[in-house]
């Protein structure tokens, strides 16, 4: 159809591109709803290694999800299981009383100068969480009141910490953290060619894996269809 020509012209325009886009970008996703079909992964590769899950995602992200992207026939790659990073902001009692400053007059003036976005949460009434991505200098100088001529600042009733969030799940093989990599395929592809190639390419990137971290094949669809395709084979003799 049209559509799909259009749809597979894109995605070699999208590979083309790739390349030469900033680090850290992710490979981006071409998604339809006019066929009506649902996408479902070839292949998932669980990454285990004894460091943070965001360090963890980090890697994959500038080592091995741009290059599995890169791959005739592969559609998208998608990350999943790492606990994010944010800042915290916490709170110091004593200087709140000493200034009269109330915990809402803190979050009023963080979301009349960030914007509410940046707050994803708090903290047990001594904090707040705030994305990873806010300037700490440009939170601290934020002014909250007058007191006896005086600007208080977020930073004098506050500290900021840069942490993991808990996680609401922990993933772990052998007491490793993991996350897990999808391969998402172009529509029509030849699934089992595809397969075939996506882990020819993990291969030769876990030659340069740093030491500790370990990738495995949680799925692989393409096992399924060659069983399917023998049997019938078999019938058919």
């Known amino acids: 159809t049209n559509m799909e020509s259009a749809r597979f012209e894109l995605a070699t325009l999208i590979r083309q591109i790739y390349k030469g886009l900033p680090d850290g970008v992710t490979y981006p996703a071409i998604s339809t709803s006019s066929t009506g079909r649902e996408a479902k992964a070839i292949l998932t590769f669980t990454v285990n290694a004894d460091i943070p899950t965001q360090e963890i995602e980090t890697y994959c992200q500038d080592n091995i999800v741009k290059a599995l ?12 299981g790492a606990t994010p990073f944010f800042r915290e902001l916490a709170y110091d009692p004593q200087m ?6 109330s915990i809402n007059e803190v979050m009023e003036v963080i979301k009349s100068a960030m914007g509410e976005a940046k707050i994803v949460g708090s903290v047990s009434n001594v904090g707040i969480l705030l994305t990873n991505d806010i300037d700490p200098e440009r939170l601290e100088e934020i002014p909250i009141k007058s007191v006896n001529g005086r600007v208080i600042r977020v930073g004098d009733i506050a500290t900021m910490s840069y942490k993991e969030k808990e996680p609401t799940v922990y993933s772990r093989i052998n007491g490793l953290n993991t996350i897990n990599i999808s391969i998402y395929p ?3 592809v030849n699934t089992i060619d595809v397969c075939e190639r996506v ?11 740093p030491d500790k971290f370990a990738v495995i094949i949680a799925y692989d669809t393409s096992i399924e269809l060659q069983d399917e395709i023998d049997k019938i084979i078999v019938r058919t003799v």
Request: hydrophobic content about 40%; proline content about 3%; glycine content about 10%.
């Open 69 to 80: 992207g890169l791959i005739d026939g592969v559609n998208s790659v998608d990350l999943t």
């Open 199 to 209: 882990k020819a390419k993990m291969n030769e990137l876990s030659l340069k894996f």
């Open 96 to 101: 709140l009383d000493a200034y009269g400053v």
């Open 186 to 188: 172009e529509p029509y």
